[in-house]
């Protein structure tokens, strides 16, 4: 599959999540484009179900290719799954004439994750960016009974293009 040069890549998903999230499949049809253009990312079986400027909300189904020998969700597939999240919510966040990479990462397991997972990360949504910026950005992870199953910290850099 061809992929796309994104000059703006925020601006692209925020684009293709209004269109897509409008019709009775949308949702699942963007998770799956999402997960051809970043293939690791469809390493785990997720689901965007909210998206705005800065902020994710997005579900993650248990299923046995994701699990560990205890039958729950195996604690990588949680890593990544949070990690998309907050991805998510910083590549729409930032400024159009910045990029962002994930620099460190961590994370703290509650409870063992079965069933369907939540997890929701918020930014606050940076209008202009003159100089590097380093940026923690926290995620939690649910499950159906709105426990807190994980805690994430995703520590990002966001740079002005052409740094």
Request: aromatic share 6%; proline share 5%; hydrophobic share 40%.
């Amino acid at each position: 599959m061809l992929k796309p040069k994104l000059d703006n890549p925020g601006v692209f998903i925020l684009k293709t999540w209004n269109k897509l999230s409008r019709i009775p499949i949308g949702r699942l049809i963007f998770s799956k484009v999402l997960s051809k253009l970043v293939p690791y990312t469809g390493s785990v079986p997720f689901k965007v179900i909210s998206l705005t400027e800065g902020h994710c909300r997005s579900e993650l189904t248990d299923h046995p290719k994701i699990q560990n020998h205890l039958h729950s969700i195996h604690a990588v597939a949680l890593m990544n799954f949070a990690e998309l999240t907050s991805g998510l919510a910083v590549t729409t966040g930032i400024p159009s004439d910045a990029r962002a990479i994930l620099v460190n990462f961590q994370i703290e397991f509650l409870k063992k994750g079965r069933g369907v997972i939540t997890a929701e990360s918020q930014i606050r949504r940076i209008r202009s960016l003159q100089e590097e910026k380093k940026l923690t950005v926290k995620v939690e992870l649910m499950n159906a009974k709105k426990e807190v199953i994980a805690r994430a910290k995703a520590g990002w850099l966001i740079r002005p293009k052409g740094v």
